[in-house]
């Protein structure tokens, strides 16, 4: 089983499909680095540094699995992580790979 294709996961069990659980972060930092991305045209934009910025902001954070259904319980709950402590943790992902890019 190839784990490292999203596509290939089976989220399917007793005939329910778990795919619509998802880790409410990785929306969040989806939406803040495309900001970040925006905002800075000095920023290196090609796959890797884009890759290791996104890789190295959701390992800052951790997951915060929800039902597609559940924002709004999650939101209001003790465990929520807003947008201004998850844009903190892309911007320090944005600095470490401008510092030490994975690019040639
Ligand atoms: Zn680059």
């Known amino acids: ?3 490292m294709n999203r596509d290939r996961v089976n989220y399917d069990i007793a005939d329910h499909s778990l795919y619509d659980v998802i880790n409410y972060n990785e929306i969040v930092v989806l939406n803040v680095i495309r900001e970040q991305f925006n905002k800075e045209p000095n920023l290196c934009k090609c796959s890797i540094c884009l890759e290791d910025i996104y890789a190295l902001s959701l390992n800052a954070l951790p997951a ?4 597609s259904s559940g924002a ?3 939101t209001s709950s003790i465990n929520f992580i807003n947008e201004t402590d998850v844009k ?5 992902a944005i600095i470490k790979v401008r510092k030490l890019p994975n690019h040639k």
């Open 72 to 74: 709004e319980k999650y």
């Open 1 to 3: 089983m190839d784990l």
């Open 88 to 92: 903190a943790k892309v911007i320090d």
């Open 64 to 67: 915060r699995y929800i039902q």
